[in-house]
């Protein structure tokens, strides 16, 4: 009897272990990738020329927030320049979710370079949403091997803009 409880005991145990640890790591997962930094539930803030996503709201504030909660990011006066290089091309703002953008200000998606494959403002495998009263100006310049560039790529969703200042 009492083998059967310690058993009982360890598997229990280790069962709230996994489920503890499949949780955390979804919770980390990246959702977003903004200029190169991977936003997640546990750090969803990015300011201008950060490398890295912040847990806590900058005390200066921020220029991008990814609402997990809401499917939703915040770009307020974004300056995106850095690109993302995944197996689809390179990015500067790469989603796995649903995703509805919030313009906020004056944003920008600006590269000029040699980028190998193909150049994305905005790569979405989802729906993508653009709202807000800000403004987007998507400019790039790619002069690769193989060459192209893509201000908002969807691979599988609708793209929606509406009510937005301006998307250029």
Excluded: H
Aim: glycine share 12%.
């Amino acid at each position: 009897m009492k083998r059967s409880i310690i058993r009982i005991w360890v598997c229990s145990t280790m069962i709230i272990f996994l489920c503890m640890t499949a949780t955390m790591a979804l919770a980390d997962d990246p959702i977003v990738i903004i200029n190169k930094v991977e936003l997640t539930a546990l750090a969803p803030y990015w300011v201008n020329g950060g490398t890295t996503a912040l847990s806590a709201e900058p005390v200066g504030g921020y220029n991008a927030y990814l609402d997990v909660a809401n499917s939703s990011l915040i770009l307020k006066n974004a300056d995106i320049d850095t690109f993302n290089s995944s197996g689809k091309g390179d990015c500067a703002i790469e989603t796995y979710i649903d995703l509805t953008i919030f313009l906020a200000g004056t944003n920008t998606i600006a590269y000029t370079g040699t980028g190998y494959d193909k150049l994305y403002g905005i790569y979405g495998f989802r729906d993508i949403s653009l709202e807000g009263t800000g403004s987007l100006d998507i400019q790039f310049s790619n002069t690769g091997p193989k060459g192209g560039s893509f201000g908002i790529f969807n691979t599988m969703g609708s793209l929606t803009i509406a009510d937005c200042g301006a998307v250029d």
